[in-house]
């Protein structure tokens, strides 16, 4: 089983950026998502998460301005990215609990892509 986060790059102040992240492999079933961050010096933190029904959390800092979803016919999850702020710099992060057949779901951790909030 593979995840891998796509999307990242460099946005002015106030851009908008699309995350993505693909998962694959010998996958059953892909319980809850989620999008964690880590800026430098900082400790990884929760950006949101989504079940696999829909339901969704967002961290108070991105409340309003970013948006996950996820296409669960193509084990995939997005992160909408709008009015970007300075802060919004860290490497994010893909989790995905995944089951594979006749297994308990697991945590699976992508290798990340890097944002970049620069003028």
């Known amino acids: 089983v593979q995840v891998v986060e796509s999307g990242g790059g460099l946005v002015q102040p106030g851009g908008s950026l699309r995350l993505s992240c693909a998962a694959s492999?010998?996958?059953?079933?892909?319980?809850?998502m989620a999008w964690y961050r880590q800026a430098p010096g900082k400790q990884r933190e929760l950006v949101s998460r989504i079940s696999s029904g829909g339901r969704t959390n967002y961290a108070d800092p991105v409340k309003g301005r970013f948006t996950i979803s996820r296409d669960n016919a193509k084990n995939t999850m997005y992160l909408q990215m709008n009015s970007l702020k300075f802060e919004g710099t860290a490497v994010y992060y893909c989790?995905?609990?995944?089951?594979?057949?006749?297994?308990?779901?697991?945590?699976?951790w992508g290798r990340g892509t890097q944002v970049t909030v620069a003028a």
């Open positions: 492999g010998r996958i059953y079933r892909i319980d809850a």
């Open positions: 989790n995905a609990e995944i089951a594979k057949p006749l297994k308990r779901p697991v945590p699976y």
